[in-house]
């Protein structure tokens, strides 16, 4: 079993930053990509950023420039730092994880539970 524990959710003012962190946790071999994707009320979850375990990044067009996705494999953790935040960022964040499970290379998808972005005026 993978558990994916994220943190760094809050509220913060338009133009402000937050970074989010998830680490992943539990019995795996190896941690293929990582993502975020955030889910607003009423709208469906949407990919935010992800980040291969090789460091090939890709972003939602609605956050390229101010988001920066970045992972640290010695931790099986994934960060995305958030600057210059508007209000319609303002969603529930959740990690994805595509954890290794077997030596013949059986994945299995992993979700955190989500940590809450808020951004207000």
């Known amino acids: 079993q993978v558990q994916l524990v994220e943190s760094g959710g809050d509220l913060v003012q338009p133009g402000g930053s937050l970074t989010l962190s998830c680490a992943a946790s539990?019995?795996?071999?190896?941690?293929?990509?990582m993502g975020w994707y955030r889910q607003a009320p009423g709208k469906q979850r949407e990919l935010v950023a992800s980040?291969?375990?090789?460091?090939?990044?890709d972003y939602a067009d609605s956050v390229k420039g101010r988001f920066t996705i970045a992972r640290d494999n010695t931790k099986n953790t994934v960060y995305l730092q958030m600057n210059s935040l508007k209000p319609e960022d303002t969603a529930v964040y959740y990690c994805?994880?595509?954890?290794?499970?077997?030596?013949?290379?059986?994945?299995?998808?992993?979700w955190g539970q989500g940590t809450q972005v808020t951004v207000f005026s």
């Open positions: 980040i291969t375990r090789g460091g090939s990044t």
């Open positions: 539990g019995s795996f071999f190896s941690i293929n990509a």
């Open positions: 994805n994880a595509d954890a290794v499970l077997t030596r013949t290379g059986v994945s299995r998808q992993y």
